[in-house]
Structures are given as C-alpha cells and as structure tokens.
C-alpha cells in the first residue's frame, strides 16, 4: 500500500517531466473548462472536436463547413491571381 510520502514523490516526479508549455486547468462544478487565452490565440478555431485517448482528452480544431468553403474561395482568388502549383511542384513541396 502506498504512503502518503510514496504519493507525493510519484506527483513531484509527474510534474518535473512537465514541460513550460503545460497549463493547469480547473473544472468547474458545471463540468467546464476554461482554455486560458494564450493557448486559445495559438488556435484559430472556435469549435473543436473532443476525443479521449490513451487516457487523455485531446481536442482538435474544426473547422465549419462555411469556414471550409471560405477558404477554398479564398485560395481560388489567389490561385487566379498567382498561378498555382504544377502536381511536380506539390509533390516536391510535400515530398510526396
């Protein structure tokens, strides 16, 4: 069984392997959380989709389909007015 000293050093040990980008979050009584706005200016989306894995809650931008059509219009104005990328060129920029 551990002691209370063995549970301190395991939560001491997790802390020091954070890194200085980690952020400690509160939930609310509510279930909410509020995403401090140094992280969320570092993200350009307003939804997001929430998974679990691996024991963790990972949430990924999404992007509306308003939002999506959008910016292919966008990238059309500037394909007619730059030109665009041959397939030779797209594939070397990915190295596909």
Same mark, same amino acid.
């Not at 140094?38 to 308003?66: N, Y």
């Given at each position: 069984?551990? &002691?209370?000293?063995?549970? @301190?050093?395991?939560?001491?040990?997790?802390?020091?392997?954070?890194?200085?980008?980690?952020?400690?979050?509160? +939930?609310?009584?509510?279930?909410? +959380? &509020?995403?401090?706005?140094?992280? @969320?200016? @570092?993200?350009?989306?307003?939804?997001?989709?929430?998974?679990?894995?691996?024991?963790?809650? +990972?949430?990924?931008?999404?992007?509306? @389909?308003?939002?999506?059509?959008?910016?292919?219009?966008?990238?059309? /104005?500037?394909?007619?007015?730059?030109?665009?990328?041959?397939?030779?060129?797209?594939?070397? /920029?990915?190295?596909?």
């Amino acid at each position: 069984m551990l &002691t209370f000293s063995d549970f @301190r050093n395991i939560i001491y040990s997790e802390l020091l392997h954070s890194t200085m980008d980690d952020t400690i979050l509160s +939930v609310s009584d509510r279930g909410q +959380v &509020t995403i401090p706005s140094k992280l @969320r200016d @570092r993200m350009p989306a307003k939804r997001f989709i929430c998974t679990v894995e691996d024991g963790a809650i +990972v949430l990924r931008p999404f992007q509306s @389909r308003e939002e999506f059509i959008s910016e292919l219009e966008e990238a059309e /104005k500037d394909w007619e007015k730059n030109g665009g990328l041959t397939l030779k060129e797209i594939k070397k /920029k990915y190295n596909l």
